[in-house]
């Protein structure tokens, strides 16, 4: 009864399938750049990924915008994939209603990856989006591992999707194959839409690849400017402007928000060196007392904002060695916050040693800014802005 009712409406759809922009070949063309972005959205993340759990194999301080690069590259490509996967979707639309829906149990496999591939995809790159908008807070589950997991769903139900359209792929990956597939005749069907080259109609697969390709530069140009320097006058969407913010640079979390107006100004403040029960403090001033060294380095946020700025403090190697500690240790970072998940972050030894990992008092010429995390903060090279810790209370050998 059903069936008899759904099969006018899916033979409807399904003939849709003669028009050259929802044919095998601008789903193979889409899918190409689509799996493209994924990729390198992929990869990036999982960088991205490990480096906020602080694992010593994976320091690399250098160069010392490596994060900068990857995360910039991680949002751009998530944004860029949004288009492409809306368009990929519309392109194979009539197929999603093939009937009948299952034709056996490979096949009914074939279209539980799809759903999956479809659905894991639309919550990822959406709640990726939202993420830059830092609007986690939206969703009742952890961003991160969420979002890492997602990914794994995303690319292994691409993966099988792949393999069992490999036969389609490899008939449509060219222009040229796509000729002697409509040739054949053997694919009638599936070639249908590519028989528009005579009547004209293969133009409007030119305009719908056109308008994706419109869609995806005008998504990215408006947004990669809170990474890419040169684009920063486009950034018309992205959250953060490069250059906006005390010290010309972008902020995070106010020292309002982190509730430590007060004790980041206290007078008694001091820096806490711990080393099993050994206890050195500094005040502000003995901190300035000590060897200044400058630095040229970015912050990178997970989020997909970045720039690069001036330090200058003590080297955390000097004020380990002032507090007769090796440079080379391990170290647990504490801010005067007292809550959120940005409030500590650990430091493992290559970063602790490297010259370039400051103890910052000035941001590009000036005393920090309190939004900046006066009196003091972190700053190393390569690493996630998350684990950058502002408003220092206590450094620990770990
Ligand atoms: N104590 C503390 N430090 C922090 C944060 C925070 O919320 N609390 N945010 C971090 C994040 S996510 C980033 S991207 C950088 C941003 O530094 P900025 O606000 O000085 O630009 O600070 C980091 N340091
Ligand atoms: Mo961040």
Redesign the pocket.
């Known amino acids: 009864m059903l069936t008899e009712r759904m099969e006018p409406l899916m033979g409807r759809l399904r003939r849709t399938a003669d028009d050259p922009v929802k044919s095998p070949r601008t789903a193979v063309i889409v899918g190409r750049l689509l799996a493209v972005a994924f990729s390198i959205c992929f990869l990036t993340g999982i960088y991205s990924h490990i480096l906020q759990e602080e694992p010593a194999w994976l320091a690399f301080p250098r160069p010392v915008g490596i994060y900068r690069f990857t995360q910039g590259l991680h949002v751009i490509s998530g944004i860029a994939s949004i288009p492409l996967l809306l368009a990929k979707l519309w392109t194979v639309f009539p197929r999603l209603f093939e009937w009948p829906p299952v034709r056996g149990v490979l096949h009914a496999l074939e279209r539980a990856s799809i759903a999956l591939l479809i659905a894991a995809s639309l919550v990822e790159v959406a709640i990726g989006l939202l993420n830059t908008f830092q609007l986690y807070a939206l969703f009742p589950f952890p961003f991160r591992q969420t979002h890492f997991v997602l990914a794994w769903v995303v690319m292994g139900s691409l993966l099988i999707h792949i393999a069992v359209k490999l036969p389609l792929i490899t008939r449509y990956w060219s222009a040229r194959s796509t000729a002697a597939a409509a040739r054949s005749g053997e694919f009638a069907e599936e070639t249908a839409g590519e028989e528009g080259a005579r009547t004209g109609r293969v133009l409007s697969r030119r305009a719908f690849l056109t308008t994706v390709g419109i869609a995806v530069g005008a998504v990215t140009v408006t947004t990669a400017g809170q990474t890419v320097d040169s684009l920063g006058f486009l950034n018309v969407f992205g959250p953060r402007r490069q250059g906006v ?1 005390p010290g010309g ?5 106010t020292a309002e ?2 509730g ?1 107006t007060e004790t980041a100004t206290a007078a008694d403040w001091r820096l806490e060196i711990l080393d099993g029960d050994r206890s050195t403090r500094f005040s502000l001033d003995e901190l300035r007392a000590l060897p200044q060294t400058s630095a040229s380095l970015p ?5 997909g ?1 970045s ?1 690069m700025a001036d330090w200058r403090g003590v080297r955390m190697s000097d004020l380990l060695a002032a507090a007769g500690i090796p440079a080379a240790s391990d170290l647990m970072i504490r ?3 007292e809550r ?6 650990e430091m493992p030894a290559p970063y602790t040693a490297d010259p370039l990992t400051l103890v910052a008092l000035e ?1 590009n010429g000036a005393e920090l800014d309190i ?3 006066y009196p003091a ?2 700053i190393a090279p390569g690493r ?8 220092l209370a206590t450094i620990e050998v770990a």
């Open positions: 913010g640079l972008p902020v995070n979390k928000q982190a430590v912050i990178a946020c997970v989020e904002w720039q801010s005067l916050q959120g998940s940005s409030r500590m972050s941001l939004d900046h995390g903060r972190i996630p802005g998350a684990l950058q810790t502002k408003w």
